[in-house]
């Protein structure tokens, strides 16, 4: 019984957090736990497990006498959470280049000539998900699990954001241009030079959202 109550919470909390990045529950909404266990057909119980999970990765908070909300996330968390990642992603590549074997280089090349083929076409969508694709191949390549731990929580968070950098002006051929400097350092074996580039590589990130945040609030205010 208390496996099936535990896997029950976990799918309670998967099917919250789809929810949440998808924009069905926004940012600041409140979570009715009356409603979602009728519109579930669960008790309270396996909810309220869930609740705990998704408060605890950071995409809820818990108000006293008052109940669960969607997490908001500022410019100062993105300041904070960013350099983080790129020292956790630098890291995995600077692991990558020392682990990855011919063959993986192999299948990053074809993510990458794919990436370059969305980036021509200017696909953003189908961009997204061939970087994607790349960063968790480098992430695996790192062979670390506290890492790829670690960087999952923290992309919760930015998800949780949902945030389009890629739409900052010239910032889509930037990236790529980024990508292909961390895929050059992979295949020279350069660790160090994999670990630079992979933080500059997310550190511009930072920058191309906070001027598009810029740029999204004159045009506001104008």
Known sequence: MRL????LHDEVAA??????????LLPGAFIDEVALAEQMAI???????????????????????R??????????D??????????????????????????????????????????????INDYYEANFAIHEAIITLANNR???QVIGDLRKIVKLARLQQL??????????SEHMAVFAALKARDAEGAEVAMRTHLTRQRVALRELARNQKSRLTA
């Open 146 to 148: 506290w890492l790829a």
């Open 43 to 65: 008790s309270r119980t396996p909810l309220r497990e869930a609740l705990k999970v998704l408060t605890a990765e950071g995409l809820l908070r818990h108000e006293p006498r």
């Open 78 to 123: 993105l300041d904070e959470i960013f350099p983080v990642i790129a020292l956790l992603e630098g890291r995995c590549a600077f692991e990558a280049a020392r682990n990855a074997s011919d063959a993986d280089l192999a299948a990053l090349e074809t993510l990458h000539e794919r990436l370059q083929r969305h980036a021509r076409a200017k696909r």
């Open 67 to 76: 109940g669960c909300f969607v997490n908001e996330v500022t410019e100062q």
């Open 4 to 7: 099936i109550q535990n896997s």
């Open 167 to 176: 739409h900052a002006p010239g910032r889509l051929e930037q990236s790529l």
């Open 15 to 24: 099917t919250l957090r789809d929810r949440i990045f998808s924009g069905e």
